[in-house]
C-alpha cells in the first residue's frame, strides 16, 4: 500500500489551478452577508467532522468567504443525499464539495474546483485484481449514498454487477471486511484514508486497484442553487476569493500542514 501522505500531497499539489497575471488587479469588497453552509461528513481528509477544522475542504471554503469579507460562516453537516436535498430547497446557501453531474448540473451552479480526486476500486486480500470493468461482472459494489452515481450507471451499461448504498464510507468498508460486498468504489485519496485511520481495515490487508476506465481525474467544487437569485453573484465572489488565497499561498500551505498530520502506518 502506497503511504497516504506522499499519495494524497502529490495529487493535492497536481490539483492545483495555475493563475498567473491576475492576482493583482483583482478587488474584493467586503461583505457582512453572513453564509449558511452545508456539507457531509466521513470524507477525509476533505470533509470529516473528526478532524481539524472539519476536513481540509470545509477549513478551505470557510478560509476563503471569510477573505472576501463573509462576518459570518456557519457550516452544518448532514448525510450527503441531504445535504444536496436542502441546498436544493433553499435551507443553505451553497454546499460542498461535490463532483459534477448531469442531475447536478440542471439544479445548481459551480464554482471552480476545490481540489481533484480520482476513482479507485478496493477489494479483500483474497479477491482477484480488478483490471477492468467486466472484472465486475456478478460482483456487489458498494458507493455510499449522496456519492456520484453517474459513472456506476455507465458501467452497469457495459456488465451486470450489483451496488449496495449505505450512508457513509465507513459502512462500505465495513461491509467489506464482514464479506458482505466485493468492491468499494470511492476516491483513492479518501478509502487509503479511511483504511489508515482504522485499526480493524488496517490489518485485513485491503487491496487497491486502479482500473484505467474509471481513474479519469474528477474535481469538486461549491455548488449553489440555480432557484436562489443571489446564487450567480455568490459564485462569482467565492471564485475570485479562491483565486486570491492560492495566489497568496494559503492553499498550498492548508494541504501541507493538514496532510502531514494525517495517520501513516
Not at 449505505?166 to 461491509?175: L, S
Given at each position: 500500500m502506497p503511504q497516504v501522505y506522499d499519495s494524497l500531497l502529490s495529487m493535492a499539489r497536481g490539483s492545483l489551478i495555475h493563475l498567473v497575471g491576475i492576482f493583482g488587479c483583482l478587488t474584493f469588497p467586503t461583505s457582512t452577508q453572513a453564509v449558511r453552509l452545508i456539507t457531509g461528513d466521513e470524507y477525509a481528509p476533505w470533509v470529516d467532522t473528526a478532524l481539524p477544522g472539519g476536513g481540509i475542504a470545509t477549513e478551505m471554503v470557510r478560509e476563503v468567504f471569510e477573505l472576501i469579507g463573509s462576518e459570518t460562516v456557519s457550516i452544518e453537516s448532514k448525510p450527503w443525499a441531504r445535504a444536496l436535498y436542502e441546498t436544493q430547497q433553499g435551507q443553505h446557501d451553497a454546499t460542498f464539495p461535490y463532483v459534477p453531474t448531469l442531475e447536478r448540473k440542471q439544479n445548481f451552479?459551480?464554482?471552480?474546483?476545490?481540489?481533484?480526486?480520482?476513482?479507485?476500486?478496493?477489494?479483500g486480500a483474497k479477491a482477484p485484481a480488478f483490471r477492468d470493468v467486466v472484472s465486475l461482472k456478478g460482483k456487489t459494489l458498494c458507493r455510499p449514498q449522496g456519492y456520484s452515481i453517474d459513472l456506476v450507471e455507465t458501467m452497469l451499461k457495459q456488465v451486470s454487477?450489483?451496488?449496495?448504498?449505505?450512508?457513509?464510507?465507513?459502512?462500505?468498508?465495513?461491509?467489506?471486511?464482514?464479506?458482505?460486498v466485493d468492491v468499494v468504489m470511492t476516491s483513492e485519496s479518501v478509502g487509503l484514508l479511511e483504511i489508515r485511520s482504522s485499526p480493524e481495515l488496517a490489518a485485513a490487508s485491503i487491496k487497491l486497484d486502479i482500473v484505467p476506465e474509471i481513474a479519469d481525474e474528477l474535481t469538486l467544487h461549491l455548488l449553489a442553487p440555480k432557484s436562489d437569485s443571489d446564487s450567480a453573484a455568490l459564485i462569482e465572489k467565492f471564485n475570485e476569493g479562491l483565486t486570491r488565497y492560492e495566489a497568496s499561498g494559503l492553499r498550498q500551505k492548508l494541504f501541507d500542514r493538514r496532510l502531514s498530520?494525517?495517520?501513516v502506518r
Open positions: 451552479l459551480y464554482s471552480a474546483p476545490l481540489f481533484s480526486v480520482r476513482n479507485a476500486l478496493f477489494s454487477f450489483e451496488v449496495v448504498r449505505p450512508v457513509g464510507i465507513g459502512n462500505c468498508f465495513r461491509m467489506l471486511v464482514r464479506d458482505r498530520e494525517l495517520p
